[in-house]
């Protein structure tokens, strides 16, 4: 049980372009959802934190209007990064936590590869 | 502010060896910490995890860690490594508190490889 996937596992677009990234929970709910950024050979990075029905808490640098995160449902978030540019080139992982403590284990996506032409 | 060192980028060890991976946090309380294992293609797997209590943790796939408060530390260990345990290892801290999500911070990784 507590699998998390993401779709798509990669994606090529063009500068000025905007893509979605689909984060499920497919056997549990989810009560909140952690975006994370990583690039190569480094560490994640958490973009922002997600609670069904409620808007998503930004880490500091973030860019909230770039990186829109929406989290309609207890099995699914979403971030959509709005014209993205090379630099937004990277690898997006998402994880999701069943209950409310801050001690319940998170499970991981698989991850979204990015590539910005 | 709360951080995580990994302090070895590179490891590598013979198949059957013993491993040990470090890890050392920054936080002014005592943290929640994690192991968790990143293969490619897959997702970060939680190996084991500290909130409280006993200080040397039992996780999956044969791993141990052991929190060390004086020396700000909880070390990955495993045995006998099999070839099948190289992948990246992620050492993370979790602050507690209120205020906080559960929200986790993250070392710089440590790739493992396993020499036949």
């Known amino acids: 049980g507590a699998v998390v996937s993401q779709h798509p596992s990669w994606v090529i677009c063009k500068s000025g372009t905007s893509v979605k990234i689909e984060c499920r929970s497919l056997d549990f709910q989810a009560t909140t959802m952690f975006w994370y950024r990583q690039f190569p050979k480094q560490s994640l990075m958490l973009m922002a934190t997600?609670?069904?029905?409620?808007?998503?808490?930004?880490e500091q640098g973030v860019e909230k209007d770039k990186f829109l995160i929406n989290h309609a449902s207890l099995t699914l978030s979403t971030l959509t990064v709005t014209s993205a540019h090379p630099e937004d080139s990277s690898f997006y992982i998402c994880s999701a936590r069943r209950g409310q403590s801050q001690t319940d284990t998170q499970y991981f996506g698989p991850g979204t590869r990015l590539t910005v032409l | 502010a709360q951080s995580v060192t990994q302090p070895d980028i590179h490891i590598t060890v013979s198949e059957g060896a013993s491993l040990e991976l470090r890890c050392n946090y920054s936080?002014?309380?005592?943290?929640?910490l994690f192991w968790y294992v990143q293969s490619p293609g897959q997702g970060l797997q939680l190996l084991l995890k500290?909130?409280?209590?006993?200080?040397l943790v039992q996780g999956i796939k044969g791993f141990e860690a052991e929190f060390k408060r004086s020396q700000s530390s909880f070390n990955l260990r495993k045995p006998s490594v099999h070839w099948s345990d190289a992948a990246e290892y992620f050492c993370a801290v979790g602050a507690n508190g209120s205020s906080n999500t559960g929200k986790l911070i993250f070392g710089q990784g440590t790739t493992l490889q396993v020499k036949p």
């Open positions: 500290y909130f409280s209590g006993d200080t």
């Open positions: 997600s609670n069904e029905g409620s808007k998503a808490t930004y």
């Open positions: 936080y002014g309380a005592t943290p929640y």
